[in-house]
């Protein structure tokens, strides 16, 4: 290898290493910061955290740009290092040695995004979000403010989500992996207008209701914890805003014994751009869910289903042992299942006051399936799937629940939540049940 190259491989690794060695010795003095915090207000865990002991949270943008540049780094020594490490001679022998640029490839990808990273901290600030009250008090209101600086005021306002987040963490070392599962969500937007000056930058004014039923913070099992995420993001000029703040919610002795007035009144305005269509009928109402309504999560899982063919293909070609194979081609056909179902999977839903006829399955066909109202629970907006992890896109699907606990799937994949509760405010009323509550727009 020639020594430029090697002396570039060196550099990284060397820097990868002493990036390892500060990163261990920074947890360390985080971790006794919080154990003395935790001894000294144990009944207290919203004081556990330094910033949310201050009333207000930190962006994770920092540590999400660190966290990229170490990636990064260490992907492109590893991958850079192991295209110097196959002889030359091997390009020309095998053809399919060349599969291994694809990790430099991804590793560029990956350099991109830590500079995006960078310059989104240099463009925005430190930013944070002060809260009013601490801990965030579940059945309650939430206000507070995000403090940043926009070079430019962004035109069409700020976007905020709150979720709640179910983060499972399984295995350990190098097999470890993490899902983040999103349970609840509520959003809305901001508007320029709404948006005003500080000495700071400027100021995105917060407010979102909290249900009573929300499950709190809990990070008392590191492999399955809760955690409550404040997102915001806009379009700017250059590259896009986009925050992420951790937050306290508990609850406590002002929680309220019963949903406030303002959580059970529930916001049924029809939908600017419906995905599902509506239409009365002699016999009372119809709603048709039709296929393909969600087409980039159908080309994403359409293209994860060509990515996974490819993998298994070059399985099979390197006569792995058959057990390899074997349970990548079972993973296959059930993701080939899911892509159809996306692309072609419809369901027709028939509501009277006598009940409700449904029938659900690919190409319009499937077997018909009537449930009179008086075996009828409840009807409800359920998150059954999600594209990303914490801030990610939350699907819903509209859930029949009989007296006898069987549930019974109406409709699929949703993506906006107002229209998946204004789907279930209008089946109640074709059923004569009334409105639902929007608290009761549930997780998994």
Known sequence: ?????????????????????FGI???????????????????????????????????????SMITAWIFAVFWNAISTGSIF?????????????????????VGLGLLIRAIRETVAWFEFGKTYFQMTAVPIVAGREMRGAIQARFPKPPEHGV??????????VTNSGRDQTTSENIIWRDEHTVSAAELYASPTGTTIPVTFHVPLDARPTDSSNPHNSIIWILEADADVPGVDYKDVFELPVFHTKDS????????????????????IRVTPTAEGTEFYFPAARNKSFA????????????????????????????????????????????????SDVIVTRQGVRVRSGLFNTGKVQEIPVTQISEIKAVIRSQQGGATGTPYYDILLVQNSGTNTTLGQTIRDKDEAEWLVAQIRAGLGLGNASRAATAGR
């Open 256 to 275: 309220p014994a019963v949903p406030e007035e303002s959580e059970r009144i529930e916001r049924v305005a029809a939908p600017m751009a419906p995905t």
């Open 85 to 105: 490490a196959v002889p030359a001679g091997t390009y020309r022998e095998k053809p399919l040695t060349w599969l291994i640029f694809l990790f430099p490839a």
């Open 299 to 346: 080309a994403g899982t359409s293209m994860f289903l060509v990515l996974w063919t490819g993998a298994l293909a070059l399985v099979s070609h390197l006569h792995a042992p058959v057990i390899f194979p074997l349970v990548a081609g079972l993973f296959e056909v059930l993701i080939f299942y899911i892509a159809l179902q996306m692309w072609f999977g419809t």
């Open 159 to 168: 976007r905020l989500k709150l979720s709640c987040v179910n983060r499972i």
């Open 1 to 21: 290898m020639p020594w430029p190259i090697a002396a570039m491989l060196g550099l990284l690794f060397l820097s990868g290493g002493l990036t390892v060695l």
């Open 25 to 63: 010795s920074w947890a360390a003095k985080k971790s006794r910061r919080e154990a003395q915090a935790r001894a000294q207000n144990p009944s207290s865990p919203w004081l556990w955290r330094a910033d949310w002991a201050e009333n207000r949270s930190n962006s994770k943008t920092r540590s």
